[in-house]
């Protein structure tokens, strides 16, 4: 199964942005919902946002909701998501992933598949 890729990640002081992409050379991301879901250590997998095919509709965890952005770049054919005011209850390996119409169940990995192998994003002072 092809993987999509994620970049972006690092260390950022609280209070912080950073701006994870999410791209693949293999298929058009537009024809997919793409899901960002984010793992801390000792916890499951969660979702964070998502943004539909060929809209520009976008679905959003609570937790993030005013603080990250989900968008798309077509030409780029990338997934991005700006990440502000970063918390140190933010750190975790973040993942993107795709599905059909899988926006409307976001908080379920299930209905997600192409995951890539993840970025790190730490906060920390």
């Known amino acids: 199964q092809v993987q999509l890729v994620e970049s972006g990640g690092g260390l950022v002081q609280p209070g912080g942005s950073l701006r994870l992409s999410c791209t693949t050379s293999h298929f058009n991301l537009d024809n997919y919902d793409i899901g960002w879901f984010r793992q801390a250590p000792g916890k499951e997998r969660e979702g964070v946002s998502c943004?539909?095919?060929?809209?520009?509709?976008?679905d959003s965890a609570d937790a993030v909701k005013g603080r990250f952005a989900i968008s798309r770049d077509k030409a780029e054919n990338t997934v991005y998501l700006q990440m502000s005011s970063l918390e140190p209850e933010d750190t975790a390996v973040y993942y993107c992933?795709?599905?059909?119409?899988?926006?409307?169940?976001?908080?379920?990995?299930?209905?997600?598949?192409?995951w890539g192998q993840g970025t790190q994003v730490t906060v920390s002072s």
């Open positions: 943004i539909r095919s060929h809209s520009d509709i976008t």
């Open positions: 992933a795709a599905s059909i119409m899988g926006c409307t169940h976001y908080s379920d990995d299930r209905y997600f598949a192409n």
